[in-house]
């Protein structure tokens, strides 16, 4: 596999050499720019599979970079991960509400600028599989990824969106342990208000929608004190 392209939006030489550096110690090919104008031209020219943006930048602000990416359907889903000087909630927020991935606030630990650079590639890299995979067949159940269609034995079933994306990702992972926090990242990634009893109420609204008897659930099975399992085996 080639590697992985990723962009670093930096004004601040030392910063942007930084991640510069630990992210081509993790082996991916690291793009560097000190403003919005030369990251846009990078972007259209390298095609990047993820960008490191700071929000305060000379020019273009990390902000504005944003909005132009995600207004743009070439780069509408492009991984961004923000970087704020300041601690305040108002950055953090602003940073998801613009539609960056995930954010980091300065100073940063570069093992956790990493970490965050790694889970989101991975959250991209499943939604393009995800994308690739048209329908789920097995037993009764009928799952098209396309049209958001769930049929247990021919039948319709009426789920929220985030009801079908936690469907999806079980029906993906089948016969895995999954815990909470992985289920979170997974079908929450990057949402705020979300903590592990999110995961709960969903995974019960989901088994009475699509188990025979939601009380004594076959298809989607609790593992005690970690999290939950998709049972493909009983399906069938
Ligand atoms: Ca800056």
Not at 179 to 184: P, W
Request: glycine share 6%.
């Amino acid at each position: 596999m080639p590697a992985k392209k990723i962009l670093v939006v930096e004004d601040e030489p030392d910063i942007r050499k930084l991640v510069q550096y630990h992210l081509a110690q993790e082996r991916y090919k690291v793009l560097e720019a000190e403003d919005g104008e030369n990251a846009l031209k990078l972007i259209q020219r390298e095609q990047p599979n993820l960008v490191v943006l700071d929000l305060m930048l000379p020019g273009l602000s990390g902000q504005e970079i944003c909005r132009i990416l995600r207004s743009k359907p070439d780069t509408a889903t492009l991984p961004i991960l923000m970087l704020t000087a300041k601690a305040g909630e108002a950055d953090k927020v602003l940073g998801l509400e613009t539609g960056a991935d995930d954010y980091l606030t300065k100073p940063f630990s570069p093992r956790e600028l990493v970490a965050r650079v790694k889970a989101i590639l991975r959250r991209a890299e499943l939604r393009t599989t995800a994308e690739g995979k048209e329908s789920y067949h097995n037993g009764p159940l009928r799952i098209d990824f396309a049209t958001y269609e769930v049929l247990i034995a021919d039948k319709t079933v009426r789920l929220t969106l985030k009801e079908f994306d936690l469907l999806r990702f079980l029906v993906q992972n089948p016969n895995r342990v999954l815990t909470r926090d992985q289920l979170l990242d997974r079908v929450w990634g990057g949402e705020t208000f979300v903590t592990p009893r999110t995961v709960d109420v969903h995974v019960r609204r989901l088994r009475k929608a699509i188990e025979k008897d939601d009380r004594k659930p076959k298809w989607i099975l609790t593992v005690r004190g970690v999290g939950y399992k998709f049972d493909e085996k009983a399906v069938e």
